[in-house]
């Protein structure tokens, strides 16, 4: 089979028995250290997509992926607008609420709480809170009722229980005054939904008692509306602005969000360049094990370029010497950090089991299994920087190889 001249000497010379113990040693070492980055930097990454995604996930199960609000006066023609809004693509459900901020007091306790009035038989529509809180405690939620649902942190904050009460304090306007009203509740339940945001800080009351408290006089304050891509919020709210406009505030979870999703943004790209430091480590021992093939084959290089071989060409020799290390290394890589990606679930259950050691342990975080989210895009992107790295590292051997003078390296044959 016809091969260029450049790819059967420098294979040639990748394959050489005669070359020295370090240099080989060292390609070997170059060819582990791609594969290891490659390796770790799709498995981090990996498991960063993953716990972006059980982010998103829980952030969303308890509440909806957009809003249509008028605070200060609520909306008159929610039903109508409900209806409209729900015959609209991608639209999977549409459900009344009001938001109140409020002090929560419980004897010498006092927290800071945001209290979310529902309506039990819409809210099913648009979230899942049906799924973390006992049906007994929803049931009890009522117009007038005054019952009130905790978070888990929140209700351990305050001292209370299922049963005892608790003082909500809200600041209202009246006429330009500062209006505040106190009123008592009693706490039907606890949830807990798996984020700190909502366990610490999240109460549910009735729509009727919050529209009551917040001073609408039972109007919602908006409505929330769950699609069925999440990813589609940012679009849908552009669409609904611009067809409805009006005295509404429209906003959606990616900016409700956003400083979550931006830190999680800020450390996969620290960890990326972190990282690849450990290719670019590697890609020096490319450097180092392929000027010592040049040092080694100077005679061979002079004899070839006595025979008519361009400088370029000799050039070529070594790049693909040290293309072909990179290669191999990253194609070594991708597959094992595949692997180890796709089964991390199993692996670090067995490395805690081994090591006798909790990596997460469930009285400190929420999530307790480490998950695992390949996306096509790291696959594709991190052999491509390695691969880059590998041929930039062969740039400086393959021009040396080429400047090297025939008369001077055979002098002394």
Same mark, same amino acid.
């Given at each position: 089979?016809?091969?260029?001249?450049?790819?059967?000497?420098?294979?040639?010379?990748?394959?050489?028995?005669?070359?020295? /113990?370090?240099?080989?040693?060292?390609?070997?070492?170059?060819?582990?250290?791609?594969?290891?980055?490659?390796?770790?930097?799709?498995?981090?990454?990996?498991?960063?997509?993953?716990?972006?995604?059980?982010?998103?996930?829980?952030?969303?199960?308890?509440?909806?992926?957009?809003?249509?609000?008028?605070?200060?006066?609520?909306?008159?023609?929610?039903?109508?607008?409900?209806?409209?809004?729900?015959?609209?693509?991608?639209?999977?459900?549409?459900?009344?609420?009001?938001?109140?901020?409020?002090?929560?007091?419980?004897?010498?306790?006092?927290?800071?709480?945001?209290?979310?009035?529902?309506?039990?038989?819409? $809210?099913?529509?648009?979230?899942?809170?049906?799924?973390? @809180?006992?049906?007994?405690?929803?049931?009890?939620?009522?117009?007038?009722?005054?019952?009130?649902?905790?978070?888990?942190?929140?209700?351990?904050?305050?001292?209370?229980?299922?049963?005892?009460?608790?003082?909500?304090?809200?600041?209202?306007?009246?006429? /330009?005054?500062?209006?505040?009203?106190?009123?008592?509740?009693?706490?039907?339940?606890?949830?807990?939904?798996?984020?700190?945001?909502?366990?610490?800080?999240?109460?549910?009351?009735?729509?009727?008692?919050?529209?009551?408290?917040?001073?609408?006089?039972?109007?919602?304050?908006?409505?929330?509306?769950?699609?069925?891509?999440?990813?589609?919020?940012?679009?849908?709210?552009?669409?609904?602005?611009?067809?409805?406009? /009006?005295?509404?505030?429209?906003?959606?979870?990616?900016?409700?969000?956003?400083?979550?999703?931006?830190?999680?943004?800020?450390?996969?790209?620290?960890?990326?360049?972190?990282?690849?430091? @450990?290719?670019?480590?590697?890609?020096?021992?490319?450097?180092?094990?392929?000027?010592?093939?040049?040092?080694?084959?100077?005679?061979?290089?002079?004899?070839?370029?006595?025979?008519?071989? $361009?400088?370029?060409?000799?050039?070529?020799?070594?790049?693909?010497?040290?293309?072909?290390?990179?290669?191999?290394?990253?194609?070594?890589?991708?597959?094992?950090?595949? /692997?180890?990606?796709?089964?991390?679930?199993?692996?670090?259950?067995?490395?805690?089991?081994?090591?006798?050691?909790?990596?997460?342990?469930?009285?400190?975080?929420?999530?307790? $299994?480490?998950?695992? $989210?390949?996306?096509?895009?790291?696959?594709?992107?991190?052999?491509?920087?390695?691969?880059?790295?590998?041929?930039?590292?062969?740039?400086?051997?393959?021009?040396?190889?080429?400047?090297?003078?025939?008369?001077?390296?055979?002098?002394?044959?």
């Amino acid at each position: 089979m016809f091969q260029p001249l450049e790819c059967f000497v420098g294979l040639r010379y990748l394959r050489s028995r005669r070359r020295r /113990g370090i240099v080989s040693f060292m390609s070997m070492a170059s060819l582990l250290g791609i594969a290891l980055g490659v390796a770790a930097l799709i498995v981090i990454l990996s498991v960063m997509n993953g716990f972006e995604t059980e982010l998103r996930t829980r952030l969303l199960s308890m509440s909806g992926h957009a809003t249509i609000a008028a605070p200060l006066a609520g909306v008159d023609d929610w039903p109508d607008l409900q209806r409209r809004l729900e015959a609209e693509d991608g639209v999977v459900g549409v459900a009344p609420y009001v938001l109140l901020e409020t002090m929560i007091a419980a004897g010498p306790n006092l927290r800071p709480g945001l209290v979310r009035g529902v309506d039990p038989d819409e $809210e099913a529509a648009v979230s899942e809170f049906a799924n973390v @809180i006992d049906p007994v405690a929803l049931g009890q939620l009522e117009d007038g009722a005054r019952r009130i649902v905790l978070g888990r942190i929140l209700a351990f904050g305050l001292g209370v229980d299922i049963g005892d009460g608790v003082n909500l304090l809200v600041s209202n306007f009246d006429d /330009g005054r500062l209006a505040p009203r106190l009123e008592r509740f009693l706490v039907a339940g606890t949830f807990e939904a798996g984020i700190q945001e909502h366990d610490a800080n999240l109460a549910l009351v009735h729509i009727g008692d919050a529209s009551e408290l917040a001073g609408l006089g039972q109007r919602p304050e908006g409505l929330a509306v769950r699609l069925d891509d999440p990813l589609a919020a940012a679009g849908f709210q552009q669409r609904i602005s611009a067809a409805l406009g /009006g005295p509404y505030r429209y906003s959606n979870w990616t900016e409700e969000h956003r400083n979550y999703f931006r830190a999680i943004r800020i450390e996969k790209t620290m960890m990326t360049v972190i990282m690849m430091f @450990i290719v670019a480590v590697a890609a020096f021992n490319i450097v180092a094990s392929l000027m010592m093939v040049v040092t080694e084959k100077e005679r061979d290089i002079a004899i070839l370029r006595t025979c008519g071989l $361009e400088p370029e060409r000799v050039a070529r020799i070594f790049f693909v010497q040290g293309s072909v290390i990179g290669l191999v290394g990253i194609v070594l890589g991708t597959l094992l950090g595949i /692997g180890l990606a796709l089964n991390v679930e199993t692996i670090v259950p067995w490395l805690e089991t081994t090591l006798n050691f909790r990596i997460m342990p469930g009285d400190v975080y929420y999530v307790t $299994e480490i998950p695992a $989210e390949i996306q096509t895009l790291d696959v594709v992107l991190i052999p491509a920087l390695a691969l880059l790295v590998a041929v930039l590292a062969t740039v400086y051997p393959s021009r040396r190889a080429a400047a090297v003078a025939p008369a001077q390296a055979l002098r002394y044959e």
